[in-house]
């Protein structure tokens, strides 16, 4: 979806972002981060962390059987998934994000990419036919959806699981609640993605909200030239491991493991959990 934003109808994200945005005027676009526009920008960030991917390839190394990637995106974990010599189902709901994990995979080697099966369905709701040794839910993706689009998830993934498969998905914690710079409401960051090149990320989050609003811009310096800013938005659930670890459990998913990785924000800790079924 794209708006454009205008200061008639000042549509604009809560917060500080919005203030910013509006001092842009008519010439700010505002984009969903999943779109055609947004899709780009999120796999350039997605791409620059690589602390997700070596510990999923490390879990994924001691399990046996195929793969089922989901909410692949562009393909993030996907292709060195792939390059472990598995076969990998890459379910994504978003055509844009399957078009670029699409040519990512015509660029790849022919054996690598006869491997992958990308599939356009809902996490949600899906229906394969078959079972693997692991599914993959990882970039905090659990988090686009709601209370029972999750239980949605799991009632799926415990269908899909081969005995003695494992489920790996990630969602984040807080760094210190404690904290009261990391409680701050909003969050005004520069980021670098993998291609280097540099975006303003502002975090929305009253305490106690139970999302987060993200709002992607380019760096003041080059806003305040451009003649059109592209900017892009998202909301994004707050859900705590233990929350997912009680959830999980009433799917009959136990947990097994918590990976803790390193802090990816000033209040945010990605946690990878692993679960099997009971």
């Known amino acids: 979806m794209t708006t454009t934003v205008t200061a008639a109808t000042r549509q604009y994200p809560p917060g500080l972002a919005g203030e910013v945005l509006a001092g842009y005027g008519d010439r700010v676009v505002l984009h969903d981060l999943y779109d055609a526009v947004g899709a780009p920008v999120y796999h350039d960030l997605a791409a620059a962390d690589t602390s997700e991917i070596r510990e999923v390839l490390r879990v994924a190394r001691a399990v046996t059987g195929p793969v089922l990637e989901l909410a692949s995106g562009s393909g993030r974990l996907t292709l060195p998934l792939l390059a472990l010599g598995r076969g990998v189902t890459a379910l994504e709901l978003k055509a844009e994000m399957l078009d670029l994990l699409r040519e ?12 992958c099966v990308p599939v356009q369905g809902d996490m949600a709701a899906f229906e394969l036919g078959r079972t693997f040794g ?12 709601d209370d029972a689009g999750r239980a949605g998830l799991f009632a799926s993934v415990r269908a899909h699981l081969a005995p003695g498969g494992r489920f790996l998905l990630s969602t984040v914690d807080m760094v210190d609640p404690e904290d009261e710079s990391a409680r701050a409401t909003d969050l005004d960051i520069e980021g670098q993605g993998a291609s280097g090149r540099r975006y303003r990320m502002i975090e929305h989050w009253p305490e106690g909200a139970p999302a987060r609003r993200v709002t992607i811009l380019p760096p003041a310096a080059e806003a305040a030239t ?4 592209e900017v892009l938005t998202t909301s994004i659930r707050v859900l705590p491991a ?13 947990i097994t493991a918590r990976h803790t990785l390193p802090a990816s924000g000033p ?9 099997e079924g009971v």
């Open 226 to 229: 451009a003649d059109r800013i």
């Open 242 to 254: 233990q929350r997912l670890e009680r959830e999980l459990a009433d799917a009959g998913l136990r």
């Open 104 to 115: 990512r995979l015509a660029a790849a080697p022919a054996g690598l990419r006869a491997r």
């Open 267 to 275: 209040r945010h800790r990605d946690v990878l959990l692993e679960a």
């Open 134 to 145: 692991l599914v993959v839910l990882g970039t905090t993706s659990v988090s686009l959806l």
